[in-house]
């Protein structure tokens, strides 16, 4: 399993969606120039992120110069062949996108407003009984 992550930064970059094979396989590559806290404006870090097969759509609404949050999986493989030396391949998967406006007027705690990645729980009365049985 991997670990979820999160950047905020500038989009630098948004590559076309590709097709790959014919399963139907995509993949989104964008670039982002990190900002927030930490950051030294100097030293710029560039970042290539990528999206894959329905998460590519989420990059239409956004455009170079704008800044945004990326919530992305940090994930690895292997790959080698015969008689060439093994390498590793390092992926940033992003899963969520969100603009930085948006995402400093959310909550901190998002179980605390009853959403949870747009999914709305209501805290009304239940209809469970309050003692438990055993």
């Known amino acids: 399993m991997s ?43 560039y970042v290539a992120l990528e999206l894959l097969k329905d998460k590519c759509a989420l990059m239409d609404q956004y455009q170079v110069g704008q800044e945004v949050n990326a919530h992305f999986n940090l994930s690895g493989r292997l790959w080698s062949t015969q008689g060439k030396p093994e390498k590793c391949f390092t992926s940033l998967q992003a899963w969520r996108i969100e603009s ?35």
């Open 3 to 45: 670990k979820t992550f999160e950047v905020q930064g500038v989009l630098h970059s948004i590559g076309e969606t590709t097709a790959y094979g014919q399963n139907g396989f995509t993949k989104r590559e964008f670039v982002i120039k990190l900002s927030g806290e930490g950051e030294n404006p100097d030293y710029p870090n």
């Open 100 to 134: 930085a406006a948006q995402a400093a007027a959310a909550p901190a705690n998002p179980s605390a407003s009853g959403d949870f990645d747009g999914v709305s729980f209501s805290s009304g009365p239940s209809n469970f009984d309050d003692e438990v049985p055993f």
